[in-house]
């Protein structure tokens, strides 16, 4: 049974988030309904992130098992074709080795998140971006989110509701930048707890509008309390950006190794 992995970009307005429920349309849904039109197969498929509503993702990474061997070229356009009008793409297609999977095959994601920084009302930006008044000091966020940096305990930063079995995760690496009327926060880790991202740049923005100093964010840090965290950014201007992966070879020797356990069972 072929799997075929496959980037895909999407707008997250008008779903209840990446994975699939019962309280409204989800990313994963509509592409399983595309999968169905072109090829009649129910299929599940796994992703790599777990986007949350109003989440968007120029980069989710999602892998899919066909009982059929179809050209990768041929998945890409149907499932392209079948999915419209729904604002989800696919932007590559490929059959992949052994052992691959979309989520436990992933060493790293990278997010961004973007506020767009003026007096005005959003409009074409609307949905698509956190609207913050205040101008905001985007070098005094920068040197502030390098508290976040490495292995910590981020109980502070992630949703009350969360499900990961520890709150600790190592951040790779945490920039902010600006770019015009835009100020850009770009973050990557192994994996993030629920929330974290949003949590981090609602903090940031009290840092960029001069109200926290970076004391105040490895104290709130350290505090590994909720309740110390700042607001939570909008889901508006996060992106789920890109996916890396381990290489073929761990892939494969997993996958055998898996098989060898099973077998001695």
């Known amino acids: 049974m072929p799997r075929y992995s496959f980037t895909v970009e999407y707008d997250g307005r ?20 595309a999968i169905k039109a072109f090829s009649g197969e129910e299929v599940t498929i796994g992703g790599a992130g777990r986007t949350d509503a109003g989440v968007h993702a120029t980069g989710q990474v999602a892998h899919v098992d066909l009982e059929k061997a179809w050209p990768a070229a ?5 499932i392209n074709f079948h999915i419209q009008p729904d604002p989800v793409v696919l932007l590559d297609c490929a059959e992949m080795h052994e ?5 436990f095959s992933a060493i790293r994601r990278s997010y961004r998140y973007r506020i767009f920084n003026r007096s005005a009302r959003l409009t074409f930006e609307r949905g698509l971006a ?12 920068n040197d502030a989110a390098q508290e976040f940096v490495g292995h910590h305990d981020f109980t502070t930063f992630r949703h009350a509701k969360c499900q990961a079995k520890s709150p600790e995760k190592t951040l790779e690496t945490f920039s902010v930048r600006r770019e015009g009327l835009f100020v850009i926060a770009e973050c990557s880790s192994r994996s993030f707890l629920h929330n974290q991202v949003r949590s981090m740049v ?26 110390a965290c700042g607001p939570v950014a909008p889901a508006d201007g996060l992106y789920l950006t890109g996916v890396d992966y381990r290489s073929k070879d761990k892939d494969i020797a997993k996958a055998k190794a898996k098989k060898l356990e099973e077998s001695q069972r």
């Open 14 to 33: 008008p779903y209840c988030g990446w994975q699939r429920q019962a309280n409204g349309p989800s990313v994963q849904a509509a592409l399983e309904r």
């Open 74 to 78: 041929t998945v890409l356009r149907a």
């Open 99 to 103: 052992g691959f999977d979309s989520r």
């Open 130 to 141: 956190w609207h913050v008044k205040a101008e905001l000091d985007a070098d005094a966020m």
């Open 202 to 227: 609602g903090t940031l923005k009290l840092v960029g509008e001069g109200k926290w100093t970076a004391q105040d964010v490895r104290a709130a840090l350290a505090a590994r309390d909720r309740k």
